[in-house]
């Protein structure tokens, strides 16, 4: 559900908010979040584009036009600058354009919050009946879950979330004549139904209102910490697959940076879990109950400290998998992938040189995991294009071996990437292009980073496949 082309002439669906009240200090929970729509026009015409925003539970669209967009350009929409929306807006969003489409949503924080990360999670192409959520916290690990489930049936849908602990009883929650394409949020800390910590993930069914009949659903997440400004977020998916593959691996890199996976079975039986690392450890087999999952740290079975890799999730039955990383400022999410394609889009890629040490700007790092066959040097590129849909420059990559990862940046390509996707105006908007050999198969996570003092925080993005 979250990799696939946004196909010309059909509604993308996404998840929009405004989060929050007033910011509690020092802590992302409870902090105002306003969503920034960062897309990219990966078709070969001009696209016309409008937004169709809907208030929680509302039925009834405000509707936005915005500018064409050329082909390969970038550009994006603060939600809080659009007069049509209210302060305090909850709800989402459909993009309707001629020309295929790919987004990502920035949730950006509050300044007096004191938060300096921004969330990201990808748009979608449309929904599936059942969903899963990988993890789903209340007051667990000094993080609270807000889930936003959004109906993209074109009639009312009927929902029903079953929260599956890591021990212990499920816990059922149903809604019920959510309208068409409006959306219902679910704060864990705020629900009469947690009444104690929460550690679990998130079975999601769909139904046409009023009957069995299977709905269409999409689902994201934010995780925000009620101790520190740590943020981050993530999209509900229902691809499952007995193998996934993690292109970001951790162990205590510069002393501090771990990664961990959140790994869910979606089967009704036992499955038996296994994690290896390109390093040659492997972790695990460790048994599953159904809809449930189990967290795997990146420093378990012999990674040594320093250690930057990758994984390779394999199963006895069908699981999704989420990864995250924390450590030196770090707080970020991306899930993980059940296959790869030849040509993958990331609409939110920024780089800059001479604005990195004073916070001011960002670095988009990508990370590119071969998971198919052998690919020779100069297979692979990167092109990275400006706001205009103007090709600035390519990084022709490495051979990456089968199961290998490589990286790029928008430093590689020369003086060109210097300020890459900032203007002399102000403006913003840069995007890339990942692109193997036809039969190829490319997972791409992006993690966006700004310093902060002495340290820095980033959240991660998937890439799009656009094939």
């Not at 320093?306 to 069908?318: F, K, N």
């Not at 993980?336 to 993958?344: I, L």
């Amino acid at each position: 559900m979250k990799n696939k082309l946004f196909g010309a002439l059909v509604v993308v669906m996404m998840v929009v908010a405004m989060f929050g009240a007033a910011p509690v200090e020092a802590a992302a929970y409870g902090a105002s979040f306003t969503t920034s729509i960062t897309y990219q026009n990966v078709g070969a015409s001009t696209a016309t584009v409008s937004l169709e925003f809907y208030a929680e539970a509302n039925g009834t669209p405000i509707i936005i036009s915005r500018p064409d967009l050329e082909p390969m350009a970038g550009t994006s929409i603060f939600v809080g600058s659009l007069g049509d929306l209210a302060p305090g807006f909850k709800g989402s969003a459909v993009m309707v354009s001629n020309q295929p489409l790919v987004a990502t949503l920035v949730q950006v924080p509050a300044p007096a919050s004191g938060v300096k990360v921004r969330p990201l999670s990808n748009g979608f192409t449309g929904g599936a009946d059942y969903i899963l959520i990988p993890t789903a916290l209340r007051n667990t690990f000094n993080y609270n879950s807000i889930l936003s489930i959004q109906n993209v049936d074109s009639v009312a849908a009927d929902f029903r979330l079953v929260f599956v602990p890591v021990s212990g009883s499920n816990i059922v929650v149903e809604v019920e004549d959510v309208p068409a394409y409006a959306t219902k949020y679910f704060d864990l800390a705020q629900m009469p139904q947690f009444t104690a910590p929460f550690n679990g993930s998130v079975q999601v069914f769909a139904y046409k209102a009023g009957t069995t009949d299977p709905g269409a659903a999409v689902a994201s997440a934010m995780e925000l910490s009620i101790v520190s400004t740590g943020a981050y977020a993530f999209e509900g998916t229902n691809e499952f697959g007995s193998t996934v593959y993690m292109p970001s691996a951790l162990c205590k890199l510069n002393g501090t940076q771990t990664s961990s996976y959140a790994v869910q079975n979606t089967t009704d039986a036992d499955v038996t879990v296994s994690v290896t690392y390109d390093s040659g450890v492997v972790d695990g087999p460790h048994t599953l109950a159904p809809g449930a999952k189990r967290s795997f740290n990146a420093c378990d079975g012999g990674n040594a400290a320093g250690y930057i890799g990758s994984a390779v999730i394999e199963a006895s039955g069908d699981v999704v998998a989420m990864g995250k990383v924390f450590g030196g400022g770090l707080s970020t999410a991306f899930l993980g992938s059940t296959s790869g394609a030849s040509k993958v889009a990331l609409p939110y890629v920024r780089w800059t040189t001479a604005h990195w040490y004073d916070g001011t700007r960002q670095r988009a790092f990508i990370a590119i995991q071969n998971v198919g066959a052998d690919l020779p040097a100069g297979a692979v590129t990167v092109k990275y294009y400006d706001k205009a849909g103007v090709l600035v420059g390519t990084d022709t990559l490495g051979a990456i071996p089968a199961g290998a990862k490589v990286n790029s940046n928008a430093g590689n390509i020369g003086a060109a990437g210097a300020e890459f996707g900032y203007y002399a105006d102000g403006t913003f908007g840069g995007s890339a292009i990942v692109e193997g050999p036809a039969g190829s198969a490319l997972a791409v996570i992006v993690r966006i980073q700004t310093r902060t003092g002495s340290t820095s925080v980033a959240e991660d993005y998937n890439g799009i496949a656009i094939q």
